[in-house]
């Protein structure tokens, strides 16, 4: 008889390796890619050589460590002193070939800047600030400039702001209207770098866009100027250029428009100092019409009864002079879906502040309101002995008043057809759970503030930590500054030099060489804590020179 123990263990075998087999190809996983590249591409050879005297070539060839690519070349290389010819820029495999197609001047120092125009392939990893330098005579001009850009209203340091220089001469006939052919760009700290400069008399500027070309063309863009011209005929250091946005010298409007809810909606380019608004056609609609400005006086709002038109043309006006009229269609049978609705005047904690009424706003002005149809209650137990007010001051609030009991909860109500707006709208059912807050959950903060000349302005202005401005103040001697009822939480105070005196931050303009006013911003971060009285002094230095 055969021994079964053979066949047994060799189709068990089979089995077994069958088995580690699928475990062992399922446990096969794809490799890793390790750490992410964040290194941009380096320069292995240059021929010729950077900083190579008595240059003679007609083409320079660039080898790099890595593959590459150039991303907007014509716009980030630019070639000083500028060439009226283009140069061509060729790329093969890691190779950067830049072929003149213009003469060289003789006895002249050229500096190729390629700004961020080249970046590696896969992770596109800039190589910022790259130049390359040569002279076609015996002496490479070696002078630089140097210093910091900071934003004038934050006081921070601005990372990828470029710096720009124009010789004198051609001053006002580039700025603003070409690529400048001298420029670099500021690192993460703020800090700038001109080199391989030729002797001379320079304007310099510094520009953040939001879409780069290095051409100041934008309202939205911040610029930065040194009143004084600079000499260079030794290395210059410590230059500080304060970016500003520039008001624009002529008013217009940036955007006009009917919401979905009918409402014209303007949007100014620049603050007006006291805006109105009449409406001119058709005439009948101007004493129906309710229109709100905001408080930076630079957008308005206009409801009108009356939708049966088919264009409107409005006059806006500042301090009742004139400064624009606009003309707006509107299908004459065009609907809009207008739906009543409401914020409440609480935080986001849903509590409400002490000693105050809770303000309800719409988004629609409020014709009327039925307190009965207005339901609140106090632990789930129904009060009436509240009141609810018109704001005098704004066609679509009303305040709900009532004495507030410290850690109760309140439900309020609106139900349906509550509130009417002038359109003849009414609200849906709706309402908002809250709490009456704490006094201790807000502190007092006194700022003894001294100032150094009182002869002059100053505008003290307190910040929230998402440096919002909860209250600006004027003053013109050294005082106290009272805040009461201000929640916990870390605030910044920063002075505002107002040489204008009118009680708000002015900006520059470039074309009339004028600063924005200074602004100091006090280094210390102020914690209000829970039930506190505070006191901080705060000592205002003399006002810096504008460079």
Avoid at 110 to 123: L, M, R, S, T
Avoid at 341 to 346: N, V
Avoid at 384 to 402: A, E, G, H, M, P
């Amino acid at each position: 008889m055969l021994n079964p123990k053979p066949a047994f263990f060799s189709k068990n075998l089979f089995f077994l390796m069958v088995i580690l087999l699928v475990y062992g190809c399922a446990s096969i996983q794809k490799p890793q890619g390790g750490p992410r590249d964040l290194t941009p591409p380096k320069l292995l050879k240059a021929t010729p050589e950077n900083m190579t005297r008595n240059f003679a070539a007609t083409e320079i060839k660039l080898e790099f460590d890595e593959f590459f690519k150039l991303s907007n070349q014509y716009q980030e290389i630019s070639i000083s002193p500028a060439q009226e010819k283009q140069a061509e820029y060729k790329i093969g495999r890691k190779t950067l070939t830049i072929d003149f197609k213009d003469t060289l001047q003789k006895n002249t120092t050229y500096v190729i800047n390629f700004g961020k125009a080249i970046q590696d392939v896969n992770e596109s990893n800039t190589l910022t600030n790259f130049t390359y330098v040569f002279s076609t005579g015996p002496h490479i001009d070696s002078l630089s400039m140097s210093g910091t850009v900071i934003n004038s209203t934050t006081q921070e340091k601005e990372k990828e702001a470029t710096v720009m220089i124009f010789p004198i001469k051609q001053d006002s006939l580039l700025f603003g209207k070409k690529k400048p052919a001298i420029f670099t760009t500021t690192d993460s700290s703020g800090n700038f770098s001109l080199n391989n400069l030729h002797d001379g008399e320079y304007r310099i500027y510094a520009l953040k866009e939001p879409s780069p070309n290095k051409i100041f063309d934008n309202d939205k863009e911040l610029i930065a100027f040194s009143k004084k011209s600079i000499i260079l005929n030794k290395d210059t250091s410590n230059i500080k250029l304060s970016l500003f946005q520039q008001i624009p010298e002529k008013f217009r409007l940036s955007e006009k428009k009917f919401t979905p809810d009918g409402i014209l909606s303007l949007v100014f380019n620049k603050r007006l100092n006291n805006p109105s608004l009449k409406i001119l056609y058709p005439p009948a609609l101007d004493n129906q019409k309710i229109y709100e400005i905001s408080k930076t006086k630079d957008t308005a709002l206009v409801f009108m009864r009356n939708m049966d038109f088919d264009s409107l043309r409005v006059a806006i006006y500042d301090n009742n002079k004139p400064v624009d009229t606009i003309y707006q269609l509107k299908g004459r049978k065009e609907s809009f879906a207008r739906v009543l609705s409401f914020k409440y005047g609480i935080n986001r904690d849903n509590r409400l502040k002490p000693n105050t009424d809770l303000r309800i706003t719409a988004n629609l002005p409020i014709e009327s309101f039925e307190t009965g149809l207005i339901a609140l209650s106090q632990d789930s137990v129904n009060v009436t002995n509240f009141t609810v007010q018109k704001d005098t001051s704004n066609t679509r609030s009303v305040l709900i008043k009532y004495r507030w009991r410290v850690g109760s909860k309140y439900q309020l109500v609106l139900n349906e057809a509550a509130f009417t707006d002038i359109y003849g709208d009414k609200n849906k059912r709706t309402g908002i759970p809250f709490e009456a807050d704490k006094p201790e959950n807000y502190s007092q903060l006194t700022l003894q503030v001294t100032v150094p000349d009182s002869s002059k302005r100053y505008v003290v202005e307190l910040m929230d930590e998402a440096k919002t401005i909860v209250r600006s103040d004027p003053i013109s001697k050294s005082t106290s500054i009272i805040y009461k009822n201000y929640l916990t939480g870390k605030y910044k105070v920063r002075v505002i030099y107002d040489d204008n005196r009118n009680g708000r931050w002015d900006s520059g303009n470039v074309r009339q060489k004028t600063q924005p006013e200074n602004i100091w911003l006090y280094e210390k971060e102020i914690t209000l804590r829970p039930n506190w009285e505070a006191e901080e002094p705060i000592s205002i230095p003399k006002e810096p020179v504008s460079p």
